[in-house]
C-alpha cells in the first residue's frame, strides 16, 4: 500500500478554524434564542426580586391587622389587590409570602438534588451490592404517594419550615437517586470509561472528570421539574397546617385562610393559588426548555 | 484430555515475550429465574495461551462472537479473568497488585467505535491528559505531551486541541484515540477493530500511520480484526480464534497461504477474490457458530467441518506444532491422532 502523505491530512491553516462551543456554551445559546423560556425566566425573576426586596417594594405592613378593613374587594384604592380575612394587606402577603414559597419550592430540590445525585451516581457507578442496597432502600419510599410521604413525615416532626423542608427534601431524594442511577449506568458501559478505567485512573477521578460531566444534564432537567411539584406540596403542607406557622406569610397558608371567604371574596381567596400557578407553570415551561437545548448531539 | 493446550509448544523457542498468556479462561453467567441466580454460563474465552513476541504484530481474527473482544479487555485488565495469568515482560499482572498500576499503562487500547470512546463533554486535549493526570503528570507537562502525541498521529495541535469530538471526521477521531492510547507511553497497543469502522481510505491512511508509529516508537501491536485483509496486510502472525479458543497460530505467510485447519481455510476461502477467474473453490463454511454456552463435545469445530470423524466428538485436539512456528488444533493435522487424513506415527 502506497505511504500516503500525512500532510494531506493536516487541517488548514489556524484562522479558518470556527470556534468550537462547549456543551454547555451551546445549551446557553439555545436558552437564550427560546422566547418562552426567557418570558417564563423574567417573570420567576421579577417574583424571587420582589420576595427578596419585600421590604423596600410592600406597600404596607404584612402583619398588621385590621378588622375594620376585613375582605376589602380587589381594586381597592389603598389595598390595590384588597384585604384577607384579618384585613391584612394582600398585596403586601403576597409578596412576602414569595419569601417563604419560593424557598421552599426551590431549597428542598436544591438538597435532594445533591444528596439523591451523589447516591444515585455512586450506586450507578459501584453497581453490584451496592447499588442493590441504594436502590432497593429508596424503593420502599415508592410504596408511598409523595405528597402522603411528605405529609406523614411533617406529621411526625411536628409543623415549622425546617421540618417542612427536611420532609420535602426526603421526599425527592429518591426520584433524583433513581434518575441520577440509571444515568450513570448508561454512561459507564461507554467505552470512553473504559478506556480512562485501562488507564488505571482511580473511580473518584473517572466519576468527577468523565461521569459527572455527562449525567448533570439528565439531572438537572429532572430537579427542575420537581421546583413546582415542591411548590405545591410545599404549600399543601402549610394549607394542612403541618408547614409554614401563622400569622406567617406564605401562599399555601393564606389560601388555607381565604378558604372560608371564597363565597364573599372569591377573588381574594383565589389570589395566592394564582401566585403558586404562574410559579409552578414558569418553572414547569422553564423545565422543558432545558430538556429541549439540552437535547442536542455534542 | 489429550495434549489440552501445551504452553510449552505455544511458546515456541521465542526468546523476546513481550506478553506472555496462558490457559485464559473467562465466562459470564447468564442470570435468571426469581433470585437471579447463575442459570448458565457463556464460555467466552476459553483457556487460550499465547506469546506476543516484541515489536510484532499479532494479528487476532474470527467471526464475531469468538471472544476477541472479551480477550482484549481482559488483557487491559477491564475484567479480571477466572484463571489464567497476564505477564508483561515476566510480571504477573495480578488484580490487586501494586506493581499492576505501572503494568497497564504499558498496555493501552484502541476501541472499535471511535465516537463512543472519546468523552463528548471534552476537549480533544482534555480526554488526551485525563489519563495523564491521573497517573500523577502535572497540567502543564500533560499538555505538552498532549499536543506530542496529536502531532505525532498527524492531527495539528493548534487546530484540534480545543475542539470536541462531534467536530472531528470518523478517521480524525480515531487517531484522537490513537493519540491518547499513546500519550501514557504504552509498549503494547491492543487494537481491536480500531480501523473497521472507517471508510477505507481513511482507513488505509490509518493502518500506514500505524505502521509508521510502530517503527517511531518501538510498540508492539495486537491486532484484532474480522477483515483478513487487513490482518494479512499488518500482522507478522496471526492467530485464529473458534469459540473462546486458539485454534491455529502461525507466521502470515503461513496462515494465508497454507493454513492447516479447516476453519481457518474456510474463513479464508470465504474472501473474495480480486480475479474473476479464480474463483471461490474450496467448501464455504456454513451455518452459524454453536452456541458458547454448550459447545460441542470434542473439537468445537466438528459441527461445521467438512472432515469431521468421530474421533473429532471424543478427544479434543491440542495446539500441537506444525514445523516453523506454526502450531495447529486438528487431529487431522496431528500424526498419530487416528484420524484418517493423519499422517500414521
Known sequence: MPNLALDDLRAPPTGLRPRSRSFWQTVGRRLARDPVTLTCAAVLLLILLAAIFAPLIAPHDPYRTSMARRLLAVGDHRHWLGTDELGRDLLSRLIYGGRMSLFMGFMPVVLATIIGGTLGVIAGYAGGALNMAIMRLFDIFYAFPSVLLAVAISGVLGAGLVNSLVSLTLVFIPPVARVAESVTTQIRNQDYVEAARAT?????????????????GPILIYASSLISVSIVIASGLSF?????????????????TLRQAIYIAPLNAILPGVMIFITSMCSNLISDGLRGAMDVKV | MLAQSQPAAVGESSSAALLRVADLRKSFPIKGGLFGRAQAHVKAVDGISFDVRTGETLGIV??????KSTLARLLIQLIEPDTG?????GSPMAAGSAALRVLRRQIQMVFQDSYASLNPRLTIEDSITFGLKANGTDRIEAKHRAHAVLDMVGLAPDMFAQRYPHELSGGQRQRVNIARALALGPRLLILDEAVSALDKSVEAQVLNQLQELKQRLDLTYIFISHDLNVVQYISDRVLVMYLGKAIEVGPVQRIYNAPLHPYTRGLLSSRLSMDPRRRVSAAPLSGDPPNPIDPPSGCRFRTRCPIAEPLCAQREPGLVAAGDSHIVACHAQHSGSGHSLAAQA
Open chain 1, 200 to 216: 488505571g485512573a482511580a473511580s473518584w477521578r473517572i466519576v468527577t472528570g468523565h461521569v459527572l460531566s455527562n449525567v448533570t
Open chain 1, 240 to 256: 394542612l397546617g403541618l408547614g409554614v406557622v401563622p400569622p406567617e406569610p406564605e401562599w399555601g397558608l393564606m389560601l388555607n
Open chain 2, 62 to 67: 474470527g467471526e464475531s462472537g469468538c471472544g
Open chain 2, 85 to 89: 495469568t497476564i505477564a508483561l515482560d
